[in-house]
């Protein structure tokens, strides 16, 4: 791992370099959460190279010698409380650290279906549903039969998980400020969380330095605020997990894109 990092570090820096509209990304992003220092800009240009280089060998090597790269896990006392008190587990992964591994090792404790969609590059589909679902991890596309089977797994008692700061489909979310600027979310992770039967974590898997593994980190969703709606209030839990570690989430995911469609962005 310590090999692929290295690699991921050089491929992380040369798309930065070839990339204009990811390197505008990368900086507006970054400046808009307040970080302007060019140690964590660098940081972050690195990992998100590392997490290119890495997820293939995550895809490809046995799910045990996955599972065993993590090193600890933080709060998992938690929600492994709550599942034995009967519920289902609803785990929201962003797009930061190795979200890639978190599944897999989740599944090692209880079965979980994570949502998902399909890559612009076909053939890279059958692949990426090789790598992820094996084991007690069940994939279910982000349509209306996927989103059924979740609701099955939550009735079942299991955890489900999916990336909330995805941009979602049209008539799939709302317009929510993420770090100060209105940023299409999803509306499923906050219904969801909303219900008494369903205990909501947000999940990251830290990458360790040299290549020596992953941390994953489990934070309890915070209560909703007076007269906030629900994606807000996913949006400023993410933004705190984010802080935790800010040179490991992908700054140059265009997340405050409009989609076709979708009602215009609050003024």
């Known amino acids: 791992m310590s090999w692929l990092h290295a690699l991921g570090t050089v491929l992380g820096w040369t798309l930065y370099g070839i990339s204009p509209t990811y390197r505008r990304n990368v900086k507006a992003n970054l400046a808009l959460a307040g970080y302007t220092d060019a140690n964590t800009r660098r940081a972050a240009i690195a990992s998100a190279g590392q997490m290119l280089a890495e997820t293939p060998a995550i895809w490809l090597r046995p799910q045990d010698e996955v599972a065993g790269l993590v090193r600890d896990v933080v709060g998992m006392e938690a929600a492994k409380a709550e599942h034995d008190k009967g519920k289902a587990l609803l785990f929201l992964t962003p797009h930061m650290g190795c979200f890639e591994v978190a599944a897999q090792y989740a599944s090692k404790h209880v079965p979980i279906t994570v949502l998902y969609r399909a890559p612009k590059i076909r053939w890279l589909e059958p692949l990426m549903r090789e790598g992820r679902g094996r084991g007690d991890v069940r994939l279910v596309p982000a349509d209306f039969a996927g989103v059924r089977e979740l609701f099955a797994a ?67 969703l915070p209560a909703a605020l007076p007269g906030e709606s629900g994606p807000r209030r996913i949006n400023r839990a993410l933004e705190s997990l984010v802080r935790e570690c800010p040179a490991q989430y992908l700054w140059g995911y265009n997340r405050y894109k409009t989609p076709r469609g979708a009602k215009p962005k609050p003024k």
């Open 154 to 220: 939550l009735k079942r008692a299991e955890a489900v998980g999916f990336l909330p700061d995805q941009v979602p489909g049209i008539g799939e979310g709302d317009w929510a400020d993420f770090f100060g600027r209105p940023a299409y979310t999803a509306t499923l992770a906050p219904k969801l969380a909303m219900r008494p039967d369903i205990v909501c974590f947000l999940a990251y898997a830290r990458r360790l330095p040299r290549g020596e593994g992953y941390s994953i980190v489990l934070r309890p």
